[in-house]
């Protein structure tokens, strides 16, 4: 699965894009990290811990909302598709 390429700072919620080398990291799989093990956000100036950025743990995600929103479309247009074969 394809891990976002932005996360978000778990201390001021500053959307944040992940270097190079953690989105690589990411993508392997990775349970360790090279080099330093936090990151300082540039926004507030707080640690955060690499590791956690390249396992995706802060990564952007849909809310909740658009996630609910998109199960309804989908369901709304699966129940027509049948509505459709029916009467056939
Ligand atoms: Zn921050």
Not at 27 to 50: H, K, L, W, Y
Not at 64 to 86: D, E, R
Request: charged share 20%.
């Amino acid at each position: 699965m394809k891990k976002s390429a932005q996360f978000r700072c778990p201390h001021c919620k500053s959307v944040l894009t992940k270097c190079e080398m953690d989105q690589v990291l990411g993508e392997a799989g990775s349970f360790m990290v090279f080099g330093q093990s936090t990151e300082i956000c540039p926004a507030c100036g707080n640690s955060i811990d690499r590791l956690s950025i390249v396992n995706g743990k802060y990564d952007i995600k849909d809310s909740a909302i658009v996630s609910t929103l998109k199960v309804i479309i989908t369901i709304g247009v699966l129940i027509l598709i049948i509505a459709l074969l029916n009467h056939c």
